[in-house]
T-cell receptor
Framework: GENVEQHPSTLSVQEGDSAVIKCTYS??????FPWYKQELGKRPQLIID???NVGEKKDQRIAVTLNKTAKHFSLHITETQPEDSAVYFC???????????WGAGTKLIIKP | EAGVAQSPRYKIIEKRQSVAFWCNPI?????LYWYQQILGQGPKLLIQ????????DSQLPKDRFSAERLKGVDSTLKIQPAKLEDSAVYLC????????????FGEGSRLTVL
C-alpha cells in the first residue's frame, strides 16, 4: 500500500542555521503534500502545504519543494529559532477523498 | 473561533475494559476524522466521516473499535475490549470538506491500557 518515508528521525541544528527534512512517497497519484508541526504535548498544526502542480512554495522562513518525478518532497526552514523545536510530520494524499498517509516524524532540536 | 474539543484528555484503564472518547468539531466542518497516534509515530487514520456518513473505516479494527457521528456534528469513538497495544493518543480532526486543505486537530485523548 501507500507509504511515506521521512528522514531524518532526529535533526539537531545550531540556532540560525537551516534545517531540511525529506520525505518520499510511493503512490504516483498523490497530489497534495502538507507539513504539520507538533510541539510537545500539543496538537499537530499545518505549517505549509503544496499541491502537485507546483514545484516550490515559500512562506517567510519556511519552504517546501516537490519533485514529482522522484516522488519526494522536502521542508526547508531557514534562520532557525528556538521556537522551531518540535516534531515535524510530512503527509501525502491518497484517493479522491484526500486521505493522508503520514510520515513517522522528525524531531527538530535547535541548539542555542 | 472555537477549536476542536476532545474529552477526556487522559484515560487509564485495565486491558479488556472499555473506553469512549468524545469529539466536537469546529462549527460548520462537515468532515471529521479520528486518528490514532502511537508514541514516536505519525497519526494513523481510523475513520473518516462526511456529515453523519462513513467515508472510510478500512483501518478501524472493527472487532473492538466503533465510532459514530449522529446528527453529523459530535462524534464518539469507543474501544471494547481494550488491548495493551491500544495505548496511544486518539486525535480528532475536522475540515470544511474532504478536498485538500487544513485539518484542525483537537488536543487529543491519551489512553493508557495497563
Amino acid at each position: 500500500g501507500e507509504n511515506v518515508e521521512q528522514h531524518p528521525s532526529t535533526l539537531s541544528v545550531q540556532e540560525g542555521d537551516s534545517a531540511v527534512i525529506k520525505c518520499t512517497y510511493s503512490d504516483s497519484a498523490s497530489n497534495y503534500f502538507p507539513w504539520y508541526k507538533q510541539e510537545l504535548g500539543k496538537r499537530p498544526q499545518l505549517i505549509i502545504d503544496i499541491r502537485s502542480n507546483v514545484g516550490e512554495k515559500k512562506d517567510q522562513r519556511i519552504a517546501v519543494t516537490l519533485n514529482k518525478t522522484a516522488k519526494h518532497f522536502s521542508l526547508h526552514i531557514t534562520e532557525t529559532q528556538p521556537e522551531d523545536s518540535a516534531v515535524y510530520f510530512c503527509a501525502a494524499s491518497i484517493n479522491s477523498n484526500y486521505q493522508l498517509i503520514w510520515g513517522a516524524g522528525t524531531k527538530l532540536i535547535i541548539k542555542p | 473561533e472555537a477549536g476542536v474539543a476532545q474529552s477526556p484528555r487522559y484515560k487509564i484503564i485495565e486491558k479488556r475494559q472499555s473506553v469512549a472518547f468524545w469529539c466536537n468539531p469546529i462549527s460548520g466542518h462537515a468532515t471529521l476524522y479520528w486518528y490514532q497516534q502511537i508514541l514516536g509515530q505519525g497519526p494513523k487514520l481510523l475513520i473518516q466521516f462526511q456529515n453523519n456518513g462513513v467515508v472510510d473505516d478500512s483501518q478501524l479494527p472493527k472487532d473492538r473499535f466503533s465510532a459514530e457521528r449522529l446528527k453529523g456534528v459530535d462524534s464518539t469513538l469507543k474501544i471494547q475490549p481494550a488491548k495493551l497495544e491500544d495505548s496511544a493518543v486518539y486525535l480528532c480532526a475536522s475540515s470544511l470538506s474532504p478536498t485538500p486543505g487544513e485539518l484542525f486537530f483537537g488536543e487529543g485523548s491519551r489512553l493508557t491500557v495497563l
